[in-house]
């Protein structure tokens, strides 16, 4: 059964203090490898798409990897605007447009 | 300019009423969905059309029924609500194809009293 597991649960920083989200993968063949930003009251916002091991991408502060077994997500240097939950996704193969998502890592950046 | 748009934003409601929540997305892509976040903020998927057809059906309660009149609307209508459908619904859309990301709208809050 495919299955996406995120951790830590919680992670609180100091600003400017640079960390990683882990997110753990299984899946009967990886078409793609999501990464949403999600702000309370709001809707999971499109952050990263990522498709085979080695890949790379990224976005101000943000970086997302991926290999054949986990996806992380660095952060550098985060601000306090960076607080929010970072949601991990994946979509199989053989599951036409489905996506499967983790339970999320809340992020928190302190002053 | 919203891309992906839902109605209402918020649903209180008692115990056996049915409701209706309404999507629309005006990024023109061909596949939309409904998913469920429950209070542990987990997000799971309940349906998906693509161009008006059903292609995912999750193991969900016949009390919940999508409806896609064309391809930039999907609606969800919920009969003889209970109390633990109480929930953020999100609908999103994605364009198909390899670049699979949804886009997601700003979720109805429903609470069944």
């Known amino acids: 059964e495919d299955q996406v597991t995120q951790s830590p649960e919680a992670l609180r920083l100091q600003e400017g203090e640079s960390s990683s989200l882990n997110c753990s993968y299984t899946v009967s063949g990886l078409r793609g490898l999501f990464w949403y930003r999600q702000d309370p009251g709001k809707g999971p916002e499109f952050l990263f798409t990522l498709y085979s091991a080695g890949e790379e991408k990224e976005k101000e502060r943000l970086k997302a990897t991926l290999t054949k077994k986990e996806s992380f997500l660095h952060i550098t240097a985060p601000k306090p605007e960076d607080s929010a939950t970072y949601l991990c996704a994946v979509q199989a193969y053989s599951s036409a447009s489905k996506i499967i998502f983790g339970s999320g890592t809340r992020l928190s950046i302190r002053p | 300019d919203t891309a992906v748009s839902q109605t209402p934003k918020y649903l209180v409601t008692q115990m056996g009423n049915d409701k209706s929540i309404k999507c629309e997305q005006n990024?023109?892509?061909?596949?939309m969905y409904w998913y469920k976040q429950d209070s542990k903020k987990f997000l799971k998927i309940m349906f998906s059309y693509n161009n008006k057809e059903l292609i995912i059906n999750e193991t969900v309660p016949n009390r919940f029924s999508p409806k896609s009149p064309d391809k930039a609307h999907l609606n969800l209508h919920i009969n003889s609500l209970e109390l633990g459908d109480s929930a953020v619904y999100f609908c999103a859309s994605s364009g198909g194809g390899p670049y699979n990301e949804q886009f997601f709208g700003p979720g109805t809050r429903l609470t069944v009293l």
């Open positions: 990024l023109g892509h061909d596949t």
